[in-house]
């Protein structure tokens, strides 16, 4: 599998522009996904670059319902007319963040829930051989407070989102589990056991940002839940990247514990798996 890092919030080097966001091109056997689009028309012009032809997608991913992964569907859909686009159907629901008291509108343009590409994902969904989406989540240990600024509107309420709009990708091939996630709002912790649960097996690469710095208030969370985290993901089998809303800071602790099997995926960053 080869994945190259299309939208991140730093880039490799100068060639590449880079905004806060994610969008992953993901190339299988049998398939060019890709897995978000981030925010704007950065993932075109990086896909470019790179070698990719965005014609050629049949899979794209939206991981949740927030901008910075899916505000860039509409332009996606203007240069691709074949691929199917997997989204929660709550995705397409209002969602916020609040920051000095302020409500800041975070959500996607929910216009296209019922464009014809677009299949509207339950909580599991096997989309090809090797490919599982899930979003069934029942646990939320070591949570990032962060969280507690994002809101989802339910009906006429806006509430603390429960984040059951997002999902996750496994991809088993070559005899490797891989597990891609966006936010990892649920929590990464909950997301891999979550995964390792339904392949019964242990996940061989995590790719994901995990939520540990909030981009509105500039704020990372506290050196005892991301050292905690960092122990609980310590294990010789699983190699980690991450990106996004991780966070530099969060990213270079973790590091002391997970030492080499943490890398950081900036934009224009090709990795073989
Ligand atoms: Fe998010
Ligand atoms: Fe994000």
Redesign the pocket.
């Known amino acids: 599998m080869i994945l190259k890092t299309l939208v991140e919030n730093t880039s490799v080097s100068s060639d590449y522009k880079h905004k ?3 969008c992953f091109y993901i190339e299988t056997g049998n398939h060019k996904i890709l897995f978000d689009l981030g925010k704007n028309g950065l993932f075109l012009k990086n896909a470019k670059k790179m070698g990719i032809d965005i014609t050629d997608i049949d899979i794209v991913i939206i991981s ?1 319902g ?1 901008v ?2 899916g505000g860039a569907l509409k332009l996606f859909l203007k240069n691709n007319h074949s691929a199917k686009i997997y989204i929660r159907d709550n995705a397409f629901d209002k969602h916020y963040t609040k920051f000095l008291g302020f409500k800041i509108d975070i959500g996607i343009d929910s216009g296209l829930k019922y464009h014809p590409q677009v299949v509207l994902t339950g909580q599991r969904t096997v989309l090809a051989d090797g490919l599982i989406l899930f979003s069934d989540i029942e646990t939320r240990k070591y949570n990032s407070t962060s969280n507690n600024a994002l809101f989802a509107k339910v009906g006429k309420d806006i509430l603390v989102d429960d984040f059951l709009h997002e999902q996750s990708l496994i991809i088993s091939e070559n005899e490797k589990l891989i597990l891609i996630a ?2 990892s709002h649920t929590g990464i912790i909950n997301i891999k056991s979550k995964a390792e649960h339904i392949v019964n097996d242990n996940i061989s690469y995590v790719i994901a ?1 995990f ?1 540990l710095y909030n ?1 509105v208030s500039k704020r990372t969370e506290s050196n005892a839940l991301i050292q905690k985290i960092a122990e609980r993901l310590n294990n010789n089998s699983t190699h980690y990247y991450t990106c ?2 991780t966070g530099k800071k969060a990213f270079y602790k973790m590091k002391e514990v997970l030492s080499e099997r943490l890398t950081y995926l900036s934009t224009g960053s090709e990795i073989e798996i």
């Open positions: 806060h966001g994610m949740h927030h910075d992964h966006g936010c940002g939520h981009p996004h809303c």
